[in-house]
């Protein structure tokens, strides 16, 4: 079965990190590019970051950029971010998705059922 | 940066067509994909590349996309299909994802 599973989220203070994990299992991670995608209380999806395959790639919302670092390990089947700097407007369920569309990047199809990560003091 | 606005709720009744828009400047150039998203559930892909099903997704669900607004319809709606639904594209210039404001589907 085609899986993704985050952790790594909870309570943090305002100014401090996390590090978001997601573990994907049931398909070829090297093959895929993966993103993050947060959802806030009551509001709408919002794209974070996306990374490829290989790595070769990283792309970052301008929300958050110069805040956040995604990374991956292909050999543990792993995704990564690393969030510093945490605002209380950071609060928010992370996903993490498969991307789709190869060169070109199409959307998300596979998604995990996120981490919740509440940014308060 | 790119804007993708959608209504904030659609509401229709079983058995009856519901129509929920995308718009954005010239859509029509780009590839649109849609998720449903129902409480404390993660998304799910419904459509892509406008018109595309993933399996398992009902012959009920049809996407179109042309000139500034793309469109998911949702044919003899079942009160299964009460959801948030939200458009999403990729914008070369910026090289971002960019997700719709996502409506809301009521089932009356």
């Known amino acids: 079965e085609v899986q993704l599973m985050e952790s790594g989220g909870g309570l943090v203070k305002p100014g401090g990190s996390l590090r978001l994990s997601c573990a994907a299992s049931?398909?070829?991670?090297?093959?895929?590019?993966m993103s993050w995608v947060r959802q806030t209380p009551g509001k709408g999806l919002e794209w974070v970051a996306s990374i490829s395959s290989s790595s070769r790639y990283t792309y970052y919302a301008d929300s958050m950029k110069g805040q956040i670092t995604i990374s991956r390990d292909n050999a543990k089947n792993s995704l990564f971010l690393q969030m510093n700097s945490l605002r209380a407007e950071d609060t928010a369920v992370y996903h993490c998705?498969?991307?789709?569309?190869?060169?070109?990047?199409?959307?998300?199809?596979?998604w995990g059922k996120g981490t919740t990560v509440t940014v308060s003091s | 940066s790119y804007v993708l606005t959608q209504p904030p709720s659609v509401s229709v009744a079983p058995g009856k067509t519901a129509t929920i828009t995308c718009g954005g400047n010239?859509?029509?150039?780009?590839?649109v994909h849609w998720y449903l998203q129902k409480p404390g559930q993660a998304p799910l892909l419904v459509m892509f590349y406008d018109d595309d099903r993933p399996s398992g997704i009902p012959e009920r669900f049809s996407g179109s996309n042309s000139g500034n607004t793309a469109t998911l319809t949702i044919s003899r709606v079942e009160a299964g299909d009460e959801a948030d639904y939200y458009c999403?594209?990729?914008?070369?210039?910026?090289?971002?994802?960019?997700f719709g404001t996502g409506t809301r589907v009521t089932v009356l």
């Open positions: 998705a498969r991307g789709f569309g190869g060169n070109s990047p199409g959307g998300m199809d596979v």
């Open positions: 049931g398909f070829t991670f090297s093959s895929f590019s």
């Open positions: 010239n859509i029509g150039s780009k590839s």
């Open positions: 999403q594209v990729w914008d070369r210039n910026s090289f971002h994802y960019v």
